[in-house]
């Protein structure tokens, strides 16, 4: 059974960079992209980008010149950089892998890890 | 961006009930419909794919239909383990969007 589990600081001061790292455990991360998804409080859902294994990357526009998102096959660890955050960016993060089978679908979710942006 | 329109945003339901949810595309996504249940401090869970294909594990009151711009998530009897919010998601192209989210509620 695949698992993902999110890691990193929950507290972020503003115009800093927020870091996460997403594990993946289970199964291995090559041949599937692998996404980064957050919920601000009281919001919806907002895809933040996925990358591929092979370290392709698609980015959401609304977020593209602040965000990076890098894997590292060695650890089965991908990982999400967001720069020059502000009090907008405080949500729940969560990573999930992408599954392509004609249509693509996020089928395994990590439990998600609040970050909030505050001094 | 394709724009995901849910309703209704919010429901009363009792164990047992038919309930439906609709979500609309504002162009249209062919078939490239996801639908997800998200309770409160877990994992989102994915229900639907390719707007009618059940996910494996996932109970069969649950059913999707659609194609297009409109789309149905219908939960044939309601249990008590279906409170949750329900999201829709276009995966036609990105940037991958999610509809506002339906909650269901008890009665």
């Known amino acids: 059974q695949v698992q993902l589990q999110e890691s990193g600081p929950g507290l972020v001061k503003p115009s800093e960079t927020l870091s996460l790292t997403c594990t993946v455990s289970g199964g291995s991360i090559s041949s599937y992209y692998w996404s980064w998804i957050r919920q601000p409080p009281g919001k919806g859902l907002e895809w933040i980008g996925y990358?591929?294994?092979?370290?392709?990357?698609n980015y959401n526009p609304s977020l593209k010149s602040r965000v990076i998102i890098s894997v590292d096959t060695s650890k089965n660890q991908f990982s999400l950089k967001l720069s020059s955050v502000t009090a907008a960016d405080t949500a729940v993060y969560y990573c999930a892998r992408v599954y392509y089978g004609g249509n693509s679908m996020f089928d395994y979710w990590g439990q998600g890890i609040l970050v909030t942006v505050s001094s | 961006d394709i724009q995901m329109t849910q309703s209704p945003s919010s429901l009363s339901a009792s164990v047992g009930d038919r309930v439906t949810i609709t979500c609309r595309a504002s162009q249209s996504i062919r078939s490239y419909l996801n639908w997800y249940q998200h309770k409160p401090g877990k994992a989102p869970k994915l229900l639907i794919y390719a707007a009618s294909s059940l996910q494996s594990g996932v109970p069969s009151r649950f059913s999707g239909s659609g194609s297009g711009t409109d789309f149905t998530l219908t939960i044939s009897s309601l249990q008590p383990e279906d409170f949750a919010t329900y999201y829709c998601q276009q995966t036609y192209t990105p940037p991958l969007t999610f509809g506002g989210g339906t909650k269901v509620e008890i009665k």
């Open positions: 990358i591929y294994y092979s370290g392709t990357t």
